[in-house]
């Protein structure tokens, strides 16, 4: 938790929820004890800064009080020159006498990784063999911040180490860092832990998986009936499989039978519907009717769901049968058909603009960790206010984006209801279809432009 912008207490029952819902367990944390707490970062802070002072000690740190004015400045010299290498130019490593008076006179600063001049630091990768880099290439990283905290770098190597990591498993885009890594370890003289950097999950384009093309949120998964068995033998195929080829198994099963070794490089693909295929099958082979029933009451119309939603439509139905009619889009999706796509778009607005209003709100939800009314309509209204845009409109295609309908119960009410993590994935969807209605309306257009010519 050393982002202290991001870092709550809400943001950190939502990890330990999501995480039990996957049926994932731990033996330590701070939730549990253990023998090598505490185990909140912002609550270790005299640990990483003894460590500093060890390293500085040692000569394989410094103290650098450059101002993020000068830095901007070195920054903007170096694309100017194109230069090869680019980072910290090391302008406060010789001059810690100067940099202790300014620091003594009230000048803030940071502690930097003191780089060996020349040479190559080499990270030997169980997956990829040995990586070596020149050490010339790897920037004197900041190890602690002006604030006290440490930064991923230092914190990462010394909880991993004191707390007797002996695998460090983690995506291929933490190369580059490791080097950073193996000099700590080097420079505290501790044993290196085994490292593999395993292949990052990929769009069915080839890109990287992204919230905007996939959900990427455990509780989006459980929201939607996934079956947390399913979601988890999904993603240990993503790279690997069972050596008799079998599509189905445990996590116990996949314990008994893993092998580092087995994992494969290439970029697995995340394909969603292959997700829904495999719960599919885990529901009709794997579940009892019973089963069943006990899981869509437990996921879909569970009580306390059900008493957050009746408040909202009980003035708007007068029989019950209407009931899911009128609040469907509470406990499924719905369709985008052409009543959607008329009402998503406001009068006075066209496409690109609906289009760009949904990514910039769902970019703006993105970054809202507390999620209720109230915060809802601040980053709604404050939206507006920044973008110059009626909330009239801007309420309306949002409204039809996550409900799929222009007359809702009220909209702030409802997006709380609906959480987070269904809203920002219906506002990219909405997004997404309407790039679909624009590619089709193109499609429709050169057909025509063709069939005009042929004539």
Not at 271 to 288: A, F, M, S
Not at 358 to 383: C, G, H, M, P
Request: glycine fraction near 6%.
């Amino acid at each position: 938790d050393t982002d202290q912008a991001r870092s709550t207490r809400e943001a950190e029952a939502a990890i330990y929820r999501a995480l039990r819902w996957a049926g994932l367990d731990w033996d330590e944390g701070p939730d549990k004890g253990g023998p090598d707490g505490p185990y909140r970062q912002s609550e270790r802070l005299p640990i990483y800064r003894d460590h500093v002072e060890r390293l500085i000690a040692g000569g394989h740190a410094y103290r650098c009080t450059c101002s993020a004015e000068r830095l901007e400045r070195v920054r903007q010299q170096q694309e100017a020159d194109k230069a090869s290498v680019r980072g910290y130019d090391g302008h406060c490593r010789e001059r810690q006498v100067e940099v202790a008076a300014e620091i003594e006179a009230g000048a803030p600063y940071v502690v930097r990784l003191k780089v060996p001049r020349g040479g190559s630091t080499v990270v030997h990768d169980e997956l990829r063999g040995d990586i070596e880099v020149r050490n010339e290439e790897i920037d004197d990283q900041v190890l602690l911040k002006s604030d006290g905290f440490p930064t991923y770098h230092l914190a990462n190597v010394v909880d991993d180490h004191l707390m007797g990591i002996t695998h460090v498993l983690r995506g291929e885009e933490w190369i580059k860092s490791t080097h950073k890594h193996v000099l700590l370890y080097q420079a505290f003289g501790w044993e290196l832990p085994v490292f593999a950097h395993l292949p990052l999950l990929r769009n069915a384009d080839k890109s990287k998986v992204s919230k905007r093309k996939n959900p990427t949120s455990l509780i989006w998964y459980e929201q939607a009936g996934i079956l947390p068995q399913a979601l988890l033998n999904f993603l240990g195929m993503m790279g690997w499989g069972m050596p008799d080829g079998s599509e189905l198994f445990s996590v116990e099963e996949m314990i008994r039978h893993f092998e580092l070794g087995q994992i494969h490089l290439g970029g697995p693909v995340f394909d969603i519907q292959k997700l829904i295929w495999l719960n599919g099958k885990y529901l009709r082979e794997k579940l009892t009717d019973e089963q069943v029933i006990d899981r869509i009451l437990e996921t879909i119309v569970d009580r306390d769901r059900l008493r957050q939603i009746v408040p909202l439509c009980k003035e708007r139905v007068d029989k019950l049968e209407d009931f899911f009619p009128y609040a469907g889009f509470f406990f499924g999706p719905f369709a985008y058909d052409e009543a959607f796509k008329n009402a998503i778009v406001p009068k006075k607005w066209d496409r690109e603009t609906t289009k760009q209003v949904l990514l910039e709100v769902a970019e703006s939800v993105d970054a809202q960790f507390t999620w209720n009314k109230e915060t809802i309509e601040k980053l709604l209204r404050d939206y507006c206010e920044k973008t110059q845009r009626k909330s009239k409109e801007v309420f309306m295609a949002v409204r039809v984006a996550v409900t799929g309908k222009a007359a809702t119960p009220p909209l702030f009410e409802t997006m709380a209801v609906l959480g987070r993590e269904l809203c920002r994935r219906r506002l990219r969807e909405a997004h997404r279809q309407l790039d679909i209605v624009r590619l089709s309306g193109q499609v429709e257009i050169s057909m025509e432009v063709k069939a005009s010519a042929t004539k």
